[in-house]
T-cell receptor, first 110, second 115 residues
Framework: SQKIEQNSEALNIQEGKTATLTCNYT??????LQWYRQDPGRGPVFLLL?????KEKRKERLKVTFDTTLKQSLFHITASQPADSATYLC?????????FGTGTSLTVIP | EAEVAQSPRYKITEKSQAVAFWCDPI?????LYWYRQILGQGPELLVQ????????DSQLPKDRFSAERLKGVDSTLKIQPAELGDSAMYLC?????????????FGPGTRLTVL
């Protein structure tokens, strides 16, 4: 079955710095990969989608890369703010099933 | 802005009882998903519908869980009987279609506690 690994430990960074989150997957070659944000007690919110033929995608302060050879996606938040503190989930399709990673908890310290 | 509605938001029940959760997707969204999320883990897909048809329910514990979307709009997820291990957040999501590259819109979830 599909296995998705994200940074296992919580990530704490100083405000203004760039946060980099990692998503590694095995056993399948997804056509696309998505990143979501989840705040405590709430449902995930879609942030970005990147296709297998795209190397990089940007949206405002967010940047996602997708390396199908390494089977890895990196998610960057530049000029981080305390409001960026949340859990970030990567998700991918594996045929007709959809899998989420365990998420990485990010705390931006003022 | 259109949202996915879920009810109840919280449910406390005793083991061996039956529980049901309701989801109303965004209008016009053909695809509906039910996920279970245990604290500290990512959402796990239980079942997905395309209109009123089940597309995938391979991860649904069918001995106790059932899901339906009779008219292809709102959906109900039922657990009978509930077990202690069912305590989790149950999330409903919808998307425009099953086709790839489509973002999912999530509801606020139902927090289930089984005592």
């Amino acid at each position: 079955s599909q296995k998705i690994e994200q940074n296992s430990e919580a990530l704490n960074i100083q405000e203004g710095k760039t946060a980099t989150l990692t998503c590694n997957y095995t056993n399948y070659s997804p056509a696309y990969l998505q990143w979501y944000r989840q705040d405590p007690g709430r449902g995930p919110v879609f942030l970005l989608l990147i296709r297998e033929n795209e190397k990089e995608k940007r949206k405002e302060r967010l940047k996602v890369t997708f390396d199908t050879t390494l089977k890895q996606s990196l998610f960057h938040i530049t000029a981080s703010q305390p409001a960026d503190s949340a859990t970030y989930l990567c998700a991918l399709d594996a045929g007709n099933q959809f899998y989420f990673g365990t998420g990485t908890s990010l705390t931006v310290i003022p | 802005e259109a949202e996915v509605a879920q009810s109840p938001r919280y449910k406390i029940t005793e083991k061996s009882q039956a529980v049901a959760f309701w989801c109303d997707p965004i209008s016009g969204h053909a695809t509906l998903y039910w996920y279970r999320q245990i604290l500290g883990q990512g959402p796990e897909l239980l079942v997905q519908f395309q209109d009123e048809s089940v597309v995938d329910d391979s991860q649904l514990p069918k001995d106790r869980f059932s899901a339906e979307r009779l008219k292809g709009v709102d959906s109900t997820l039922k657990i009978q009987p509930a077990e202690l291990g069912d305590s989790a957040m149950y999330l409903c999501a919808s998307s425009l279609s099953l086709a790839g590259f489509i973002e999912q819109f999530f509801g606020p979830g139902t927090r289930l506690t089984v005592l």
